[in-house]
């Protein structure tokens, strides 16, 4: 048997500030997960404390700007642009921003317009320019999906307000798909596709594939990769590609210990069993967290590894 990285032992105690999400959902989850492993790991009086985010661009910045030691927000790619200060983040770059690690969340954005409306691509929705009752997330500079949505409607030439229709607007996925199941809506951007909502409405909607040169220029501008949701994976619906919106980085900045950032990459690669287990009874599809783990997948990331956390990835017994 292959061995495994050395488990941390910290002897001083720590006192660290992490941030995650609304509170209740998967980025918190993960939080609790870190803090929990670590003050095991650590000196008798250490502390870690969670702070409420919205796991989006507010949560890169508290890491850049120092307020906290650690954050995950999502989508992984999206913190990027923070290094070079590109997007968002053109007014404040972040290059001293590094990673502990990637938790898998296989994701993607999508947009869906329902079968009344008459259109299955974005040219026909151009040409007809329906009236949109659209639910998406807030555009605000803070909100990922929020940010994302504005973008891909519009480098797709939709025009929701300007063809007389109305958005609506929220914070969370929730909220956005009461919308849609309660027929407030006939429009819908938005992630969480591995959510049942999605399958409760799916069947009345059609998936829009977003055109080439929009997903190429996303790309090139923003470092936002794109991906494909396999046929069937809506109700009825065809294989299409999309903007891929998966996966929580854990970031940090690199002043960090080196010995505090291993033992956070160790804590999530080696323990990964504790967070598995939460998500167990939902097929890994279907699942927030898309498990199983995979220490090595994990430590590809899309900004630099920490020091600390790049030597527990090295430590991974080969294949």
């Known amino acids: 048997m292959s061995e495994r990285p050395t488990e941390p032992h910290i002897d001083r105690s720590l006192t660290l500030h992490l941030k995650g999400d ?10 609790g997960w870190i803090c929990q492993e670590l003050t095991d790991r650590a000196g008798p009086h250490t502390r870690v404390a969670i702070w409420n985010g919205r796991g989006f661009s507010d949560n890169v910045r508290a890491v850049g700007r120092g307020e906290v030691d650690i954050a995950l927000t999502t989508p992984a790619a ?11 983040f053109a007014d404040e770059p972040y290059p001293q921003l590094r990673a502990l690690a990637v938790v898998p969340q296989r994701d993607r954005l999508v947009c869906a317009i329902h079968r009344d409306v008459g259109v299955s691509s974005f040219a026909e929705l151009r040409d007809l ?31 929701v307000i300007g063809w007389g229709g109305t958005l ?5 996925p929730f909220e956005t798909f009461d919308h849609v199941l309660a027929g407030r809506a006939n429009a819908v951007v938005h992630e969480a596709v ?3 909502h999605w399958q409760r409405f799916g069947g009345d ?12 220029g996303l790309e090139t501008d923003f470092g936002w990769p794109a991906a494909t949701v396999a046929e069937g994976f809506f109700p009825g619906a065809d294989g299409f ?36 287990a939460q998500y167990a009874h939902i097929p890994p599809e279907r699942s927030p967290i898309t498990y199983p783990l995979d220490p090595k997948t994990m430590g590809r990331a899309p900004i ?6 790049a030597a527990y990835y090295a430590a991974l017994p080969a294949d």
């Open 129 to 159: 320019k329906p009236r949109l009752t659209l639910a998406t997330s807030v555009h605000d500079g803070v909100n990922g999906v929020g940010l994302a949505a504005h973008e891909l409607l519009t480098r797709s030439g939709v025009d």
């Open 205 to 216: 909607y059609r998936f829009l594939p977003v055109e080439p040169e929009v997903l190429a």
């Open 168 to 172: 609506l607007e929220d914070e969370r």
């Open 194 to 196: 591995m959510l049942p």
């Open 78 to 88: 999206f913190s990027a642009a923070a290094l070079d200060g590109r997007g968002i």
């Open 241 to 276: 590609r999309t903007l891929d919106f998966s996966d929580f980085l854990v970031l940090t900045r690199s002043d960090l210990s080196d010995d505090v950032a291993y033992a956070v990459a160790w804590v999530l690669g080696e323990t990964r069993h504790l967070i598995e």
């Open 22 to 31: 609304w509170g209740m959902v998967n980025l918190h989850r993960v939080c």
């Open 304 to 309: 630099p590894l920490h020091p600390g956390a």
